[in-house]
């Protein structure tokens, strides 16, 4: 789920928030959001990309602290043709559009998201270089490209044997895959943060965080990789979004200590073929 979406999700799921009762030992509120997170993807309507996030994105001042913004800031996709795999409604692949992107593949396997897509690469201009297809990864005849984003995908996809196969076979020589995932490299840490009080994204059937095996896995199909992790305190921005520059900025002061990385709640993955 991207930032500027995260908002329009919370709106959408607080119909379904279940305020569970606190746990008398420890007097934490704990809250759930139960909602089928492609169903709050498809009731999103779909609006021209505004100037704050063109400018946002273009400027690109907080690439240490976002994800989203190290990708594009470490990932170039000036005249290259790149696979926006799982698109969703599209938001990425009408950013990587304007970011200068040659030509923009935007795949996922649900139609309504698919039309999203297309509904919004016209309203931002670019649907001359967003070509939208509508397929699993794994049953779609590859087209050579030099960037792969998966944004938040590879967690929905178990087991990834399924499609790393298939994902590597679009990357031409020299090419450039880049995952953004949810992550959790130790249970306990995990079991803290969901009695912690803050929402968090629901996972759907058959959805998991990814953990350091899988990334291991991913990192096998690759000559070089890289790992950069993120968010460790700035999900509590989400219940004071005043203090999120705050705690992104104490996130990559804790990242740098060694091991920290065991903390992290979101890793990405960067491989490449040579
Ligand atoms: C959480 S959404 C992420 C959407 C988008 N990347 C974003 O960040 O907003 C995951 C998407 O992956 C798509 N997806 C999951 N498995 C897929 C597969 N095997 N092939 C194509 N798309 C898939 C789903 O339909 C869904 O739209």
Not at 117 to 124: F, H, I, M, P, V
Request: aromatic share 8%.
């Amino acid at each position: 789920m991207q930032t500027e979406s995260l908002q329009t999700f919370v709106q959408a799921a607080k119909p379904h928030i279940a305020h569970k009762s606190p746990p008398r030992s420890s007097g934490i509120i704990q809250i759930k959001m139960k909602l089928d997170a492609t169903a709050a993807q498809l009731d999103a309507e779909v609006v021209r990309t505004s100037e704050d996030i063109r400018r946002r994105y273009r400027e690109n001042k907080n690439w240490r602290y976002h994800t989203k913004e190290w990708m594009y800031k470490n990932i170039p996709v000036q005249g290259k043709d790149v696979l926006d795999f799982g698109c969703g409604t599209g938001e990425i692949a009408t950013q990587l559009a304007f970011l200068g992107a040659n030509r923009v593949y935007a795949l996922d396997v649900t139609p309504g998201l698919l039309d999203s897509t297309g509904r919004r690469a016209e309203l931002d201009g670019v649907s001359d270089r967003v070509e939208t297809i509508c397929g699993m990864i794994q049953d779609v005849e590859p087209r050579p490209v030099d960037v792969i984003v998966a944004f938040a995908v590879l967690h929905h996809c178990f087991p990834l044997e399924n499609i790393m196969p298939s994902l590597v076979r679009w990357l031409k020589p020299g090419g450039v895959f880049v995952a953004v995932e949810p992550f959790v490299a130790v249970e306990t840490v995990e079991r803290l943060r969901n009695v912690s009080g803050v929402p968090y994204e629901p996972l759907d059937e058959g959805e998991r965080k990814l953990n350091s095996a899988d990334l291991r896995y991913v990192k096998s199909h690759f000559a070089k990789t890289e790992e950069k992790y993120f968010r460790v305190l700035s999900r509590f921005g989400r219940l004071m979004p005043a203090a999120d520059p705050l705690f992104s900025r104490l996130d990559r002061l804790i990242l740098a200590l060694p091991f920290a990385s065991k903390l992290a709640g979101t890793a990405v993955i960067v491989g490449r073929q040579s």
